[in-house]
């Protein structure tokens, strides 16, 4: 494959569920995502069976479980979370939105980040999304963090 620069307007990325960059444009490199998140929201716990996570803290409160270990961070807070490891998060602050940049590593399973976020939106059962999540090399495997009161 060539590799060329790539580069993603936010109407794009806005236009895909918040994905800037596809593992399809990036020879498979990586695929990444700029996430608005509201308060209270997160993802189940869940790994990748071939892909690594990074999260990136861009504004607000955000918790992490990865593996054994909770996690809080804010504003510049970063976490690596190697393939096959359980992790999920939860968006801490109750007033306003934040903003979460996650990196997959290598750049493959793109059905992912495009049908899942959609899917979860439009009200898809989790049994459903846990069954769209494998054919994308992801297994949910436990339930959302819930907000600390």
């Known amino acids: 494959m060539s590799q060329s620069v790539v580069i993603t307007q936010p109407e794009t990325t806005l236009a ?18 700029v996430q608005n ?15 690594a996570e990074t999260f990136h803290v861009i504004s607000g ?3 992490f479980r990865a ?5 809080t961070g804010g504003p510049g807070f970063t976490v690596h979370i190697p393939k096959n490891t359980p992790h ?3 968006f801490e602050d109750k007033a ?6 996650s990196v997959l590593t290598p750049g493959i ?11 979860e939106a439009n ?25 600390k009161s």
Do not use: C, W
Request: charged share 20%; hydrophobic share 35%; aromatic share 6%.
């Open 61 to 63: 409160t955000f918790r």
């Open 123 to 147: 009200g898809t059962s989790m049994e459903e999304l846990s069954q769209m999540a494998e054919t994308f090399g992801a297994k949910i495997i436990g339930p959302k963090l819930t907000p």
């Open 16 to 33: 895909r569920y918040n994905i800037a960059l596809l593992g399809e444009e990036t020879s498979e490199q990586l695929s990444l995502r």
């Open 88 to 90: 999920s998060f939860i």
């Open 37 to 51: 998140v509201k308060p209270g929201e997160g993802t189940p716990l869940h790994i990748h069976t071939d892909q």
């Open 96 to 101: 306003n939105n934040g903003q979460l940049i």
């Open 67 to 71: 593996g054994n270990d909770e996690l």
């Open 109 to 119: 399973h793109d059905g992912f980040i495009r049908n899942i976020p959609e899917a």
